[in-house]
């Protein structure tokens, strides 16, 4: 049994913590010049301000205001560079630019309302980041042999950007700090349990010297590469004095070495992604990130957990920036690189929320007994539609596909539950195996996924709000405004007549105030109307049929899901381009996307658009972005809300 043993060490002061989140800065004017306010003015008055100027406010937003008063817009204006570069704005119904004038506004909007400069992008601001739960387990296993438990014994994490590994959120309360000072010693002790650990890491060159000073200088060499690998970059020599001090005040060595390597697991530089940069590396408006904040950097994004030996090494011997891109591809194809699928597409798409989200499957197939329903939409069922969705994404990226694959496939991934559930013909066994969709079907890429469409609907029946907005946020990046508030349930509308749902929204959507955001939403979750609550295709409601055909506020008509998704991977394919590299870089910098990142938005678009879309061209443009290299020097001066 290992010893039992206590610390009154001060953990949290084994020396400083570089915390590099950045305070707001006021904007200076970039050198290189930018278009005039007076060579968009016309474009504006001709096209915009029916609605947004000349008194008019529509969405309380006004573009006729002198360009000296937008900095303290820039949310305003950066949502307004999205809908120009979406072509959302002008409304299809109205008078709209020509692609050459979309263009110049564009250009106007980022040069000379926003004042940035493409030939000086901005890396954005730097969040100091704690290990979320996924980190710090995949982290402590790989340092420690450990897997602890941490569902069971930290709270979740919060979320921002639909991610949890914003740093803005991952704070550390009290409560979490004393769990962290628990765990960090039962981590420790369970390890010692463990011969390999003990062999490795206690005594890699037998028991201890007799002698004190032997000891200690034992116990150094010790304590040294464990705090190398557990803070992600060389320990310094203040530090490690400091924990042989913890190693040595013990009379037992053994209890010793595990108060320090308790210490180390307790630390802030453990805990936090400390991004340690001196001064005199920090001179001017961006610089490069060390190669060891680097390779902190690449391996939490593809691998949620600490970097390997290889990285570091290179990071030790200044080569990892040289040989980046073979590191990516390695990566990409070590097995490690599954929780990037995991932890990216089940927040992205929401595929974590499947087996967990509210549903009434015996209300959705009108049977009695909740067993016999429970039995057809069973938790193997609902597991294993998350897994399809990764598995897709997985495929598409390893097979260096274009991303569009994700909206097009004609194939999906099923085992023996979820082919039944689907109808396809019988596969055996509990692993996913990839399967071409028949026509008769009715099913082609991830719309058609369970995981999208179950959680995209209310416990009873589908929702087209949620499925449209779904879309529009997580797939076309034009995100509808919040509701008014005190919008009444949609069924209250139907004053007890039998209403088909294309016939309930048309109603909901004559309300004014509702009117222009459902004209976004509604034609695209209309359009998956043939698949219920549950994921299930069907052609009618009761005796109704179902008619899923539309029209996107950009003008583009379809009649059928199949239609959509063309439209969706050719006219539109650019938006989604746009939305999924922001929600990629949000998820890989811990940091939601700002209007000083259309530089940096705008150059991975110009690389994805270069790699013919492909999925792991995308990986690799973030990773070789600013904001993913790069951290903003002492002379930055950039305006923020």
Request: hydrophobic share 40%; proline share 9%.
């Amino acid at each position: 049994m290992p010893p039992r043993f206590t610390s009154s060490a001060p953990l949290f002061a084994l020396g400083g913590l570089c915390v590099l989140a950045a305070a707001p800065l006021a904007q200076s004017a970039p050198a290189a010049p930018a278009p005039a306010e007076a060579d968009a003015l016309p474009l504006l008055r001709e096209y915009c301000f029916d609605c947004h100027g000349d008194g008019s406010k529509k969405g309380g937003v006004a573009l006729d205001r002198p360009v000296a008063d937008a900095a303290g817009q820039r949310d305003m204006w950066f949502s307004v560079w999205r809908n120009l570069d979406a072509g959302l704005m002008p409304p299809s119904d109205k008078p709209r630019p020509t692609s050459e004038e979309q263009a110049r506004l564009r250009l106007w909007v980022e040069r000379s309302a926003l004042h940035l400069d493409p030939a000086k992008p901005d890396p954005g601001r730097v969040t100091l980041r704690r290990l979320n739960r996924e980190e710090y387990r995949n982290t402590i296993r790989d340092l420690t042999g450990v897997d602890y438990a941490v569902q069971d014994n930290f709270p979740a994490d919060d979320t921002g950007y639909g991610f949890d590994t914003i740093g803005e959120v991952l704070n550390l309360s009290p409560l979490l700090l004393e769990k962290y000072l628990g765990a960090a010693q039962e981590i420790v002790a369970n390890a010692l349990s463990s011969n390999s650990f003990v062999s490795g890491q206690l005594f890699p060159q037998g028991p201890p010297p007799p002698s004190p000073e032997a000891r200690r200088a034992y116990a150094r060499g010790i304590i040294r590469p464990f705090a190398n690998r557990a803070f992600r970059r060389p320990v310094d020599s203040v530090t490690l004095e400091k924990l042989t001090d913890i190693a040595s005040a013990e009379p037992n060595f053994e209890v010793g070495i595990l108060q320090a390597f308790s210490a180390v697991l307790a630390a802030p530089r453990f805990l936090f992604r400390s991004e340690i940069q001196s001064a005199a590396d920090k001179t001017g408006f961006s610089v490069p990130v060390d190669e060891y904040a680097l390779a902190s950097r690449l391996s939490y994004f593809l691998w949620s957990t600490m970097p390997d030996e290889e990285l570091l090494g290179l990071a030790a011997r200044g080569e990892l920036r040289a040989k980046l891109t073979a590191q990516v591809d390695r990566m990409l194809r070590d097995a490690k690189c599954d929780r990037f699928v995991q932890n990216f597409v089940g927040q992205w798409l929401q595929t974590r929320d499947t087996t967990s989200v509210p549903i009434q499957p015996r209300v959705i197939l009108n049977v009695k007994k909740n067993d016999e329903a429970e039995k057809f939409f069973s938790p193997k069922v609902r597991e294993s539609m998350r897994r399809e969705t990764e598995a897709l994404f997985q495929y598409v990226l390893r097979q260096n596909l274009p991303a569009e694959e994700l909206l097009s496939a004609k194939y999906t991934f099923v085992n023996k539950a979820l082919a039944e559930f689907y109808g396809l013909p019988p596969v055996k066994g509990p692993e996913m195996q990839k399967v071409p969709l028949p026509p008769q079907l009715h099913r082609q890429g991830l719309l058609s996924h369970g995981s999208f469409l179950v959680v995209t609907s209310n416990p009873t029946r589908t929702s087209p709000v949620k499925r449209g907005l779904f879309v529009l946020d997580n797939l076309l990046g034009t995100p509808a405004p919040p509701p008014p508030p005190n919008i009444p349930p949609l069924e209250s509308a139907q004053h007890g007549k039998s209403m088909s749902m294309r016939e309930l929204m048309a109603l909901h959507r004559s309300e004014p105030l509702c009117a222009s955001c459902h004209a976004r939403m509604d034609p695209l979750g209309l359009a998956l109307e043939n698949f219920n609550a549950l994921g299930m295709y069907r052609e009618k409601v009761g005796n109704t049929p179902i008619d899923a055909a539309g029209q996107l506020i950009t003008g583009e008509k379809f009649n059928n899901l199949e239609e959509l998704i063309g439209i969706l991977t050719t006219s539109r394919k650019h938006d989604f381009y746009r939305c999924l590299a922001e929600k990629m870089l949000t998820y890989a910098t811990g940091r939601g996307m700002e209007a000083s990142d259309i530089p940096n938005i705008t150059r991975i678009l110009e690389r994805l658009e270069a790699a013919q879309g492909r999925l792991s061209a995308l990986v690799l443009a973030v990773v070789e972005s600013a904001p993913f290299q790069r951290t903003r020097g002492q002379d930055a001066v950039v305006a923020e809300n």
